[in-house]
């Protein structure tokens, strides 16, 4: 049973360019949940989607969008970016009887560098 | 963005000796997690807590909710190398869905 699966693992990007993300959940799971973690912080939450709708966002810009598929696989895309937008982008996922956060399963996450 | 206060920053331990980190928030919460995250990895839940006063025992790990449900403890007894990492709590405001992180305490084991 594969968890949660994140790609590109490391990805370097230059200013103003654009950038998407992609997780695919754990099996079973419906509701991804994306964060950043800047080095030496913890998570900062994003957005989560469930049923193909962003239902909570966290303190981010529009530059930040994402997008869930029918299979319940999502991207973030990340326009415009900044030499502060360099992080780790973690992808969480859980299930439909999980309640809010608990069981969170968290993918590897992949490393952006902004240059 | 908001984050809860966590201490100590970083601990610095000999193999078997207990270990004892916490954290704080001005705000209640209704949840508090503890995750461990490895090097080039994403956070593993280690111990979840639901209710003010629980206190919940994983193996060597015991997370306690305070009663104020402003605060949470972790505590690791008879430490070994592969409790290396750092550990983060995170809590969650009402039925709000993202959880609020502290900045995690990182466990090095002395030589």
Known sequence: DAGVTQSPTHLIKTRGQQVTLRCSPKSGHDTVSWYQQ???????????YYEEEERQRGNFPDR????QFPN????????????????????????????????LFFGSGTQLSVL | G????????SMFIQEGEDVSMN???SSIFNTWLWYKQDP?????????LYKAG???SNGRLTAQFGITRKDSFLNISASIPSDVGIY???GQLGSNYQLIWGAGTKLIIKP
């Open chain 1, 38 to 48: 800047a080095l030496g912080q913890g998570p900062q939450f994003i957005f989560q």
């Open chain 1, 64 to 67: 930040f969008s994402g997008h």
């Open chain 2, 23 to 25: 954290c704080t928030s």
């Open chain 2, 2 to 9: 908001q984050q809860l206060n966590q201490s100590p920053q």
């Open chain 2, 40 to 48: 080039g990895e994403g956070p593993v839940l280690l111990i979840a």
């Open chain 2, 88 to 90: 983060f709590c995170a």
């Open chain 2, 54 to 56: 629980e206190l919940t």
């Open chain 1, 72 to 103: 319940y696989s999502s991207e973030l895309n990340v326009n415009a970016l900044l030499l502060g937008d360099s992080a780790l982008y973690l992808c969480a996922s859980s299930g439909i009887n999980s309640g809010a956060n608990e069981k």
